[in-house]
């Protein structure tokens, strides 16, 4: 049976912006799940990408990883956000946000739309699931209720070594941090947020690593309107407009040939996110 959201649901996540939690996987599911990124990171380590991996893991995993693509189609998942973007659903990215036990890292206050080329879209969810506890001791996401109202806002870079997000990326307006929601989640609990959503997350300040597992959905009809070319995986539906160049999933870990083509689309992607830096500078200053 299809677990699509009720309309309670839908209607929450379009005035609030967010959506939690939702319980997708048992925490047995869970285990495996980590089981598989420890054997990623061990497949890594044998084609010499030892270093490399935190990056390659930070933005289109799916691309590198079948047990990524595995989890961004579970059907649990996919009917969720099927209840918000249609039947038609296309995965562009997935990315891990990894805080260490008992370090500093966190995300600054940002609008995810804000650097991708995607324009304002209302089209585009993010799926995060967590692979952890995850609680404000160790730096849960925080959402400011309603405020994917708002149009995209002016960003400046900070460049902040601690700050998860490529260029420290920063609103540069005043956020009301006291409105906002803590999104405390179990292992194999899911949120959604909006694209436009003003969000960051703390340090993580407990005894476990906080690990995270961000999907960007997108339908059909968004466009990349920076980047002369971008590129998304089909996961549901048909792709009428055929605006996005399609990948198929990988067959193994990070074989030569995936390496290859995500190389080069995270070169065709860079032209979006450096314009994104040239107009918040022009827009910041
Ligand atoms: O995992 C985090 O702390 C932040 C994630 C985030 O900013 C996102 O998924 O858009």
Redesign the pocket.
């Known amino acids: 049976m299809k677990q699509s959201l009720t309309t309670e649901q839908i209607d929450a996540y379009r005035r609030d912006g967010y959506l939690f939690p939702l319980d997708v996987f048992a925490s047995g599911h869970v285990d495996a799940i980590r089981a598989e990124l420890e054997a990623a990171r061990r497949s890594a380590a044998d084609a010499g990408l030892e270093a490399e991996f935190p990056k390659l893991i930070r933005a289109n995993a799916q691309y590198l990883m079948p047990f990524v693509y595995h989890v961004a189609t579970a059907p649990q998942l996919l009917d969720r956000v099927e209840s918000i973007l249609g039947p038609d659903v296309l995965l562009w990215s997935a990315?891990f946000?990894i805080?260490a036990a008992h370090t500093d890292k966190i995300?600054s206050w940002?609008q995810?739309l804000t650097y991708w080329g995607l324009g304002e879209t209302d089209d585009e969810v993010?799926a995060?699931l967590a692979l952890s506890e995850v609680k404000v001791e160790s730096?849960?996401?925080r959402f400011v209720p309603g405020s994917h109202h708002q149009k995209l806002l002016p960003h400046r870079d900070t460049f902040d070594d601690n700050n998860?997000?490529s260029r420290g990326q920063q609103v540069a307006v005043e956020v009301e941090e006291d409105q906002a929601v803590d999104v405390e989640l179990h292992p194999g609990q899911l949120s959604l947020?909006h694209g436009r959503i003003f969000?960051a997350?703390g340090p993580n300040q407990s005894d476990q690593d906080r690990i995270?597992l961000?999907f960007r959905f997108l339908t059909p009809a968004v466009k990349q309107q920076v980047s002369e070319r971008d590129y998304a995986m089909q996961v549901r539906g048909i792709d009428a407009q055929q605006n996005w160049i399609h990948v198929a999933p990988p067959t193994r870990n990070f074989a030569s040939s995936d390496l290859e083509l995500y190389r080069r689309i995270r070169e065709d992607q860079r032209e979006a996110l450096a314009n994104g830096a040239a107009q918040e500078m022009h827009s910041a200053y």
């Open positions: 990315e946000f805080k995300v940002h995810d993010t995060w730096g849960c996401m998860l997000l947020h969000h997350s995270g961000a």
